[in-house]
């Protein structure tokens, strides 16, 4: 009972939080998504990332496992995707990067946070800006077969990363004004993310529910697997490997759906992903937490 109520704790906020920003799209109340969307991931994720890599008390050269064990693992799990879809025939452009990658900016972030402390979300970041470089070189080639891999460098949260891991390395310190002022900033990180979630879910409109369901959950098995396999090969301890598994089943992000708008490819598929993967996880992420806690 006490471990259900941990686990209920954890996730009670994050679904919470996404179930107001979908409960205000559904009453038709305007919401200006990308707005926030740029705000976010312009300004308050990088401000989060900085000052929770600067405050860490990790070890930098945990840091440093963690970010080659997620590359790892995003590797394996593209292979494996690589290899669904072409044993189940789909479009590679308009599948492979939706499952490939998470959501572990709006789900990764606070999960790790609620439940591993700023430790956890250390960690998270870290496999943040994996993730961000991913998406925006190798995941930009799947979808639109010409990745652009110098359009990483202008990205805010891996200018952000490189800047807070140097800070941790060399054991500098912004002056307290400055680290109070990004610590406010970065606060609002989390609650926009996950209000703007809520919002993007409650928007689309998926189709091929049993295939999306089905790709779901081996998106969700394949991740699991990559994770505990390769962060047990590195010798990643407890909360490290806790949050990598943690961000390797988060679901599909809803910059799949606006990847695929962009360059074309099929983004009903998308959606459909992005749904039924967000609502599979209300039951995946708490499991999974049992498991890990």
């Known amino acids: 009972m ?13 679904f919470l939080l996404a179930g107001f920003g979908t409960a205000w799209t559904r009453a038709g109340w305007d919401y200006p998504v990308e707005f926030v969307t740029r705000l976010a991931m312009t300004l308050a994720v990088p401000c989060l990332i900085f000052t929770a890599l600067t405050k860490t008390e990790v070890d930098p050269s945990s840091l440093a496992s963690i970010s080659l064990a997620a590359a790892l693992c995003y ?5 494996a995707s690589a290899l669904i879809v ?10 492979l990067a939706p499952l490939t990658f998470g959501n572990t900016g709006n789900l990764g972030l606070p999960l790790a946070l609620f439940a591993f402390g700023n430790e956890g979300l250390g960690y998270a970041v870290v496999v943040l800006a994996v993730t961000t470089i991913g998406v925006f070189t190798v995941g930009i080639w799947m979808v639109s077969g010409g990745g652009k891999p110098a359009r990483v460098l202008r990205e805010p949260m891996f200018l952000a990363t ?27 990180a989390i609650p926009l993310m996950l209000l703007t979630l809520g919002v ?42 806790a949050v990598l598994v943690l961000q390797m089943i988060t679901p599909v992000a809803v910059t799949s759906y606006l990847m695929a708008e962009r360059y074309g490819t099929d983004s009903g598929a998308a959606a459909g992903l992005v749904v039924v993967s967000t609502l599979i996880s209300v039951l995946t992420l708490p499991l999974a937490l049992a498991f890990l806690l």
């Open 200 to 241: 993007a879910v409650g928007r689309l409109r998926p189709g091929e529910m049993g295939r999306s369901l089905l790709l779901s959950l081996l998106k969700t098995a394949i991740g699991a697997i990559a994770a505990l396999g390769i962060g047990h090969a590195l010798g990643l301890s407890a909360i490290p490997l």
């Open 162 to 188: 490189i800047l807070g891991a140097l800070f941790l390395w060399q054991g500098w310190h912004t002056p307290v004004w400055l680290t109070n002022g990004l610590t406010l900033v970065g606060q609002m």
């Open 2 to 14: 006490n471990l259900v109520l941990t686990v209920l704790e954890i996730v009670s906020p994050v």
């Open 86 to 95: 072409h044993l189940m025939k789909l479009d590679q452009p308009s599948y």
């Open 75 to 79: 590797g394996a799990v593209a292979l």
